[in-house]
């Protein structure tokens, strides 16, 4: 089953970008936290999977993993 990675953008979850979804999938399996390039963003976004958040711009996104 494959695993996809969303951000919630007001009441919808928006699906990621494959890099990102790549990226984000490294640092949840480190339990860990970065920087991260993204093509859903304008550029580079913060990620910490311990706490589900991404960062970009001075706003926070609820992220969740999910099955696809």
Request: hydrophobic share 45%; net charge negative; no cysteine.
């Amino acid at each position: 089953m494959a695993v996809q990675w969303v951000y919630a953008n007001g009441s919808t979850w928006v699906t990621l970008d494959v890099n990102a979804q790549y990226q984000i999938e490294t640092l949840w399996t480190r339990d860990a936290s970065s920087w991260i390039d993204s093509a859903s963003f304008r550029g580079p976004v913060y990620v910490d999977t311990s706490e589900m958040v991404l960062m970009f711009g001075g706003l926070s996104y609820t992220i969740a993993r999910r099955n696809d």
